[in-house]
C-alpha cells in the first residue's frame, strides 16, 4: 500500500510558478513510476508528467513540456512538479499518483495510487 500527500497548491498570477509536492509513503521500490495529473471541472483527468523511482527516466505530456519540470527526493520520499510560465487554462486540481511500472506512463488507468488533490487556480 502507498500512501500520497500533495501540497503547494494556491492562487497565482499568470506567469508566475508554483511548486507542487507530493509526500509518499508505504511500500514503494525503484521500479515504481510517479505521475502527475490533473483535472479541470467538465474534463477528464490529463497525464502531465511521469518520472521512475530510480530517476532515471521522465515523460512528459506536450501541452506542459518545457514549462513543468517533474522530479524526485528518494531520501526524502518525495516527489515535486515544478510549474512555471502558468496559464489560466493550467487551473485545475493536481493529483500525484503511483503505479508499479508498467508502461506506457501515459496512461491513467494503470495508476493504483493517488493523493487527494492540491487545487491550482491561475488568474489571467
Known amino acids: 500500500q502507498v500512501q500520497l500527500v500533495e501540497s503547494g497548491g494556491g492562487l497565482v498570477q499568470a506567469g508566475g510558478s508554483l511548486r507542487l509536492s507530493c509526500a509518499v509513503s508505504?511500500?514503494?521500490?525503484?521500479?515504481?513510476?510517479m505521475g502527475w495529473f490533473r483535472q479541470a471541472p467538465g474534463k477528464e483527468r490529463e497525464f502531465l508528467a511521469a518520472?521512475?523511482?530510480?530517476?532515471?527516466?521522465?515523460t512528459y505530456a506536450t501541452s506542459v513540456k518545457g514549462r513543468f519540470t517533474i522530479s524526485r527526493d528518494s531520501p526524502k520520499n518525495t516527489l515535486y512538479l515544478q510549474m512555471n510560465s502558468l496559464k489560466p487554462e493550467d487551473t485545475a486540481v493536481y493529483y500525484c499518483?503511483?503505479?508499479?511500472?508498467?508502461?506506457?506512463?501515459?496512461?491513467?488507468?494503470?495508476?493504483?495510487?493517488w493523493g487527494q488533490g492540491t487545487q491550482v487556480t491561475v488568474s489571467a
Open positions: 508505504g511500500r514503494t521500490s525503484s521500479s515504481y513510476v
Open positions: 499518483a503511483a503505479q508499479s511500472g508498467s508502461w506506457p506512463y501515459t496512461r491513467r488507468d494503470l495508476y493504483n495510487y
Open positions: 518520472i521512475t523511482w530510480s530517476g532515471d527516466s521522465t
